[in-house]
């Protein structure tokens, strides 16, 4: 833990909006009463029929109930687009940056609104009603936006699935939610490279369990023919030419599922988390507004891609509830070169950057000299999200990046959190490089030792939630029990996050990383069970075990520890083969960055793979293995390392 502490920069404090007293303040109060703080939060938000009751919960596991505003109505997609129009319809609302630098686009608050509108009547021509589920599988495109907020429109669910997913993982994600839609785009651009979408998508509804599929809107996006399925697929500006742009916001009851977004957890499928519409919009919208300090003429760039929940809740839905330009990214930082952020900062006035550590740390390693070709000065404010930072990547981020005038704001949150929970508040927050600091107005941490005791001051523990906040996640979709045990089992009365954190002398929370077997691999979740049974699958492997390993650019990277079937030759082509395969089940975001080979895997007696050996191994942290007396068979650990460190 660095305790370095950087002050308020002088330049961001002399316009601040909130100090640290008023910080203090106004976090005792909105949780002392925590009912008023929110009741006057919502008031940001246009109900179509006011709420009465605020709040009604209780986190007990037998009781367990969460309601917010529970018998007010809204519309995401009219708060988003419809009031901002009102008031500022030549703002743009998306500036959208494409791959190549020469292509870009601006959006006005107007013309989204169109456009949301028509394609809101494009999904209820294709049969979508209330409540519909619809996937969708889309590069960085404006319309991957348009989709979102057409399906807020009309009430329908949008599942979206990133772009990055294998078709096998998009199936079993539209059998899950028994999507009757999918949008998609023929062809998503990276860096130059095609990611074929709609193949992808042709292939996934192959797939046993996606019958319920009737549809498959796609975007023209590149010059690339597609096949087209008669009576499934249409094209999308076919079909937005049929349709007018009159589509009235459909009134939402408060509780009403608002989106599912899959996430891996520590055993088995991924979740549909489900987020519902009014404190979800409520919580994404305040949380925005106060940790990016929000004004009117800013120009705020998260480069979330909208697959994961950042891009839902700070590329989209916070910003436009705000009625702030928020700027979308098709591309990657290296592409054309590594200068490419610094001049798209330039480009469009960018004031608020917002992203991860593993991007930071890559752009890092370039050098300075790509970001220094970019001047840089309009931007005021940096954010990080998505896994711990290292605090050489935080000062290289603060001195070089925002050349010392910007505070960091390191967000932590997570999928099932809706928005963010611990961040500085700029401007109030003294920082500690690597650390997120302090909890959001009406968030109640703690930490817990193994018994579920809280722990007082200065401590180290698992790192929970006491109370509800509006925006967690209602339910997993179609398993309400798993998401009792998953979240409300371990420690009664209390959200588990399964993060472990520490906490200082200052109140600062330091994030330490997942206590449970979930991976984080430059910021995307991946349950270490997803990849086991990917490799189980193939036909030479007979059994894997998944652990994390200290990666410098990623944070973590995946090894995988495998033995094979007893009649399988260990080769390099195999190796190969296997990196290949769970590219294929899964995603490249899952492709194992080592793959030993186990004549057998250290285990208890009673069966159970020690994976704290494991990560001990991978980390080549072989002197401090720790207790090895309760393996059943001691000897498998020194096969193992000789197998590892050949030549040690
Ligand atoms: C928003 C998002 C959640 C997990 C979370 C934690 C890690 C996220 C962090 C952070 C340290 C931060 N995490 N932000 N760790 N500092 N600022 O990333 O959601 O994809 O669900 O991941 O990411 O381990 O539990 P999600």
Same mark, same amino acid.
């Given at each position: ?63 367990? &109930? !969460? ?26 609302? %998306? ?44 590069? @960085? ?6 989709? @979102? ?9 949008? $599942? ?13 994600? %539209? ?71 009159? $589509? ?36 994404? /919208? ?54 490419? =952020?610094?001049? =798209? ?43 711990? %930072? ?12 925002? +050349? ?23 401007? /109030? ?29 200065? $401590? ?86 998944? !652990?994390?390993?200290? &990666? ?24 190969? +083969? ?63 390392? !000789? ?6």
């Amino acid at each position: 833990m660095s305790q370095q502490v950087y002050p308020v920069p002088d330049k961001f404090l002399k316009n601040a909006r909130t100090t640290a007293e008023d910080y203090a303040a106004k976090y005792q109060q909105s949780v002392t009463d925590n009912t008023q703080f929110w009741r006057e939060q919502a008031q940001s938000i246009d109900w179509i029929k006011p709420f009465t009751k605020v709040r009604d919960v209780s986190f007990d596991k037998d009781n367990f &109930h !969460v309601e917010w505003f529970g018998d007010g109505q809204l519309n995401v997609s009219a708060n988003c687009l419809d009031r901002h129009v009102a008031n500022h319809p030549d703002k743009p609302a %998306i500036i959208w940056e494409g791959d190549h630098p020469y292509r870009h686009k601006i959006i006005s608050f107007r013309e989204l609104h169109q456009e949301v509108c028509r394609f809101a009547n494009v999904l209820k021509k294709q049969g979508v009603k209330k409540g519909d589920r619809v996937t969708l599988y889309m590069p @960085m495109i404006p319309e991957a936006a348009i989709a @979102m907020l057409a399906c807020t429109r009309i009430g329908a669910v949008h $599942c979206v699935v990133f772009g990055g997913f294998s078709p096998d993982s998009l199936a079993s994600r %539209i059998e899950d939610s028994q999507s009757s839609v999918v949008i998609t785009a023929n062809e998503g651009l990276r860096g130059g490279k095609t990611i074929p979408l709609k193949t992808n998508v042709d292939a996934a509804l192959q797939m046993p369990g996606t019958e319920g599929v009737t549809s498959v809107i796609t975007v023209y996006h590149t010059e690339h023919p597609t096949n087209m399925q008669q009576g499934r697929d249409i094209w999308y500006h076919e079909a937005i030419a049929e349709v007018n742009e009159h $589509c009235p916001p459909e009134p939402m009851d408060a509780e009403a599922p608002l989106f599912i977004l899959y996430t891996s957890g520590s055993t088995g499928k991924p979740k549909g988390v489900l987020h519902t519409t009014g404190g979800y919009l409520v919580y994404a /919208a305040t949380t925005f507004r106060e940790v990016f300090d929000i004004r009117d003429n800013d120009v705020y760039w998260c480069t979330a891609d909208v697959g994961w929940i950042t891009g839902h809740s700070y590329l989209l839905y916070g910003p436009l509830a705000n009625g702030t330009t928020t700027l979308m990214f098709e591309g990657v930082p290296q592409y054309p070169t590594w200068a490419r =952020i610094g001049q =798209i900062i330039d480009k469009h006035d960018v004031t608020i950057l917002y992203t991860a550590p593993t991007a930071i740390r890559s752009m890092m390693r370039e050098g300075d000299h790509y970001v220094r070709e970019s001047d840089r000065h309009s931007l005021r404010l940096l954010g990080s999200v998505g896994e711990p %930072i290292n605090p050489e990547a935080w000062s290289w981020y603060y001195n070089v990046v925002g +050349e010392g005038r910007c505070p960091i704001v390191d967000t932590w949150w997570q999928t099932e959190t809706g928005g963010i929970l611990i961040s500085p508040i700029p401007g /109030a927050t003294p920082l500690k490089p690597g650390s997120a600091t302090k909890p959001f107005y009406g968030v109640q941490p703690a930490i817990v030792d193994g018994e579920g005791n809280i722990l007082e001051g200065e $401590c180290e523990g698992n790192l929970v939630l006491i109370d509800s906040w509006p925006g967690q996640m209602r339910t997993v979709y179609g398993d309400h029990q798993r998401f009792i045990d998953t979240y409300f089992s371990t420690f009664n009365g209390m959200y588990f996050t399964g993060d472990g954190a520490k906490r200082d002398k200052d109140g600062y929370y330091w994030i330490t990383g997942r206590v449970d077997d979930v991976l984080n691999v430059s910021g995307h979740r991946l349950g270490t069970a997803e990849v086991e049974s990917a490799l189980v699958a193939h036909q030479s492997v007979a059994e894997s075990a998944v !652990v994390g390993m200290p &990666h410098e650019i990623k944070g973590q990277g995946i090894c995988a520890y495998v033995t094979l079937q007893a009649d399988v030759e260990p080769t390099e082509e195999l190796r190969k +083969e296997l990196r290949d395969w769970v590219r294929s089940e899964i995603g490249p975001i899952a492709t194992p960055d080592a793959i030993h080979w186990a004549p057998a895997l250290p285990k208890t007696r009673s069966g159970k793979i020690m994976r704290r050996i494991l990560r001990k191994i991978a980390a080549n942290e072989l002197d401090t293995l720790g207790d090895t007396s309760t393996l059943a068979d001691p000897s498998v650990v020194e096969h193992l390392i !000789v197998t590892v460190y050949p030549e040690r």
